[in-house]
Nanobody, 121 residues
């Protein structure tokens, strides 16, 4: 069992950067694969990025490759999403998620409440 709380969302201009954080509670945090998802108004939730137990493997959606970077600090029970070169199309509520086991792009067991990211001039 794990509880997740996202933070760091806000308003940013196109081309700008933002870093999201997800703080986790639970004594076995380091055993979970962690992921980031997003959902824009009128659209389904989509996979953004994921990172394995020890950070050895990372995965990204094609739409964010080269712009976003996922990382984790297990000592702090925190996962991050660094977002650069932001576009208006990146506007969405961003959610972090924890996975006990399964497909990295859609099988997650625990979810945070989300943080709003708005990219606009």
């Amino acid at each position: 069992q794990v509880q997740l709380v996202e933070s760091g969302g806000g308003l940013v201009q196109p081309g700008g950067s933002l870093r999201l954080s997800c703080a986790a509670s639970g004594r076995t945090f380091s055993s979970y694969t962690m992921g980031w998802f997003r959902q824009a108004p009128g659209k389904e939730r989509e996979f953004v990025a994921a990172i394995s137990w020890r950070g050895r493997s990372t995965y990204y959606a094609d739409s964010v490759k080269g712009r976003f970077t996922i990382s984790r600090d297990n000592a702090k029970n925190t996962v991050y999403l660094q977002m650069n070169s932001l576009k208006p199309e990146d506007t969405a509520v961003y959610y972090c998620a924890a996975q006990i086991g399964g497909r990295y792009y859609d099988e997650y067991d625990y979810w945070g409440q989300g943080t709003q990211v708005t990219v606009s001039s």
